[in-house]
Nanobody
Framework: VQLVESGGGLVQPGGSLRLSCLASGFTFSDYVMSWYRQAPGKERELVAVLSSTGGSSYYASFVKGRFTISRDNAKNTVYLQMNNLNSEDTARYLC?????????WGQGTQVTVSS
C-alpha cells in the first residue's frame, strides 16, 4: 500500500497550489479519502474529507471557500486545490485513506506560504 503526495512548495500569500495523492495497493474507489495537515509544534488537523464516490465532502471551517477536495477514481488520485493561501496554511499536508478497519497514510508534502 502506498500513498504518495506531491504538489507542495513555497507560495506567496494569496497564491494557489494543487496537491495530489496517488494511491496504490488497495481498491481506491472503496475508500474515503482525506487531507490532514500538521504544522511544527501543533497537532495534526483534518482539512477535508471526500466520500468514496466523491458525492459527499466535508471541510474544516478554516478552509471553507478556499480549498476544494476532489478525486479521480480512474487515476487512483485525490486532489486538494488550495486558493488564497495565507501563512497559517503553512504545514505538512498528508493524505489519508480509510475504510474501517483499514487506514493508510502518506508521508506528506510541505506547503510553505511566505513572501
Amino acid at each position: 500500500v502506498q500513498l504518495v503526495e506531491s504538489g507542495g512548495g513555497l507560495v506567496q500569500p494569496g497564491g494557489s497550489l494543487r496537491l495530489s495523492c496517488l494511491a496504490s495497493g488497495f481498491t481506491f474507489s472503496d475508500y474515503v479519502m482525506s487531507w490532514y495537515r500538521q504544522a511544527p509544534g501543533k497537532e495534526r488537523e483534518l482539512v477535508a474529507v471526500l466520500s468514496s464516490t466523491g458525492g459527499s465532502s466535508y471541510y474544516a471551517s478554516f478552509v471553507k471557500g478556499r480549498f476544494t477536495i476532489s478525486r479521480d477514481n480512474a487515476k487512483n488520485t485525490v486532489y486538494l486545490q488550495m486558493n488564497n493561501l495565507n501563512s497559517e496554511d503553512t504545514a505538512r499536508y498528508l493524505c489519508n485513506a480509510e475504510r474501517r478497519p483499514n487506514a493508510y497514510w502518506g508521508q506528506g508534502t510541505q506547503v510553505t506560504v511566505s513572501s
